[in-house]
């Protein structure tokens, strides 16, 4: 729970729609998962999408004071911003929160860049610690994802103005989901219990970020 600690203190805090097969994913899950661990221990207030559990915070705010809200819902550790381990899970996520036609557009997932990434496309893992699957990349504003705002393509040198993953349901392309942002601002948030904690890779990297607020 070290990072539950510095995110709460840093920021002042105190303290089905489905297109995949449900039983690979609970597979997934069972295999990754503590052997103690059933989705039956997650908190009442994550819902299946699919066969994962997930709450939105439809509440606007940064990613940090979002993220340290997802992390408080589990004392063991089992929740945090949702990890699309393969792309039918942001598949499933999108299409719900697509039905519920919501104001908020952009949400904040598990996946954060290297701090000492050289190229917009480089370092990328999701926060169990693999790395993020690039087709999970959209398109926004008409540019491929991720575009470190507007530096230009994945290959292109880092400048490490935007370091975190976020849904967008305003992305486009094949594969509609992952557009990068610097965490300031109004988005929104999606929370996953699955039994599994935040990575110390992606706690560092989420720690190292230039863009987190002062603390």
Same mark, same amino acid.
């Given at each position: 729970?070290?990072?539950?600690?510095?995110?709460?203190?840093?920021?002042?805090? &105190?303290? &089905?729609?489905?297109?995949?097969?449900?039983?690979?994913?609970?597979?997934?899950? !069972?295999?990754? $998962?503590?052997?103690?661990?059933?989705?039956? !221990?997650?908190?009442?207030?994550?819902?299946?999408?699919? !066969?994962?559990?997930?709450?939105?915070?439809?509440?606007?705010?940064?990613?940090?004071?979002?993220?340290?809200?997802?992390? $408080?819902?589990?004392? $063991?550790?089992?929740?945090?911003?949702?990890?699309?381990?393969?792309? !039918?899970?942001?598949?499933?996520?999108?299409?719900?929160?697509?039905?519920?036609?919501?104001?908020?557009?952009?949400?904040?997932?598990?996946?954060?860049?290297?701090?000492?990434?050289?190229?917009?496309?480089?370092?990328?893992?999701?926060?169990?610690?693999?790395?993020?699957?690039?087709?999970?990349?959209?398109?926004?504003?008409?540019?491929?994802?991720?575009?470190?705002?507007?530096?230009?393509?994945?290959?292109?040198?880092?400048?490490?103005?935007?370091?975190?993953?976020?849904?967008?349901?305003?992305?486009?392309?094949?594969?509609?989901?992952?557009?990068?942002?610097?965490?300031?601002?109004?988005?929104?948030?999606?929370?996953?219990?699955?039994?599994?904690?935040?990575?110390?890779?992606?706690?560092?990297?989420?720690?190292?970020?230039?863009?987190?607020?002062?603390?």
């Amino acid at each position: 729970m070290r990072y539950l600690a510095v995110v709460l203190a840093g920021c002042g805090f &105190s303290t &089905s729609v489905s297109t995949r097969d449900a039983a690979e994913l609970d597979a997934t899950i !069972a295999d990754a $998962a503590p052997d103690a661990w059933t989705v039956d !221990a997650c908190p009442q207030s994550y819902i299946a999408i699919g !066969a994962g559990r997930y709450r939105p915070i439809m509440t606007l705010g940064s990613f940090w004071p979002n993220e340290a809200t997802c992390v $408080a819902d589990s004392m $063991a550790g089992w929740t945090h911003a949702a990890v699309f381990e393969m792309l !039918a899970e942001a598949a499933d996520v999108r299409a719900y929160l697509v039905a519920l036609a919501p104001t908020a557009r952009t949400y904040g997932v598990g996946a954060v860049q290297a701090p000492t990434a050289m190229l917009v496309g480089e370092g990328w893992v999701n926060f169990h610690d693999a790395t993020l699957d690039p087709a999970l990349w959209g398109i926004y504003a008409a540019v491929q994802q991720p575009d470190d705002g507007a530096v230009g393509t994945t290959a292109s040198p880092e400048d490490h103005q935007q370091n975190l993953a976020f849904l967008d349901l305003d992305a486009t392309g094949a594969q509609p989901y992952l557009r990068d942002g610097n965490g300031n601002g109004g988005y929104a948030h999606i929370c996953e219990c699955d039994g599994r904690p935040l990575g110390m890779t992606a706690q560092s990297y989420i720690l190292g970020d230039v863009n987190r607020p002062p603390q």
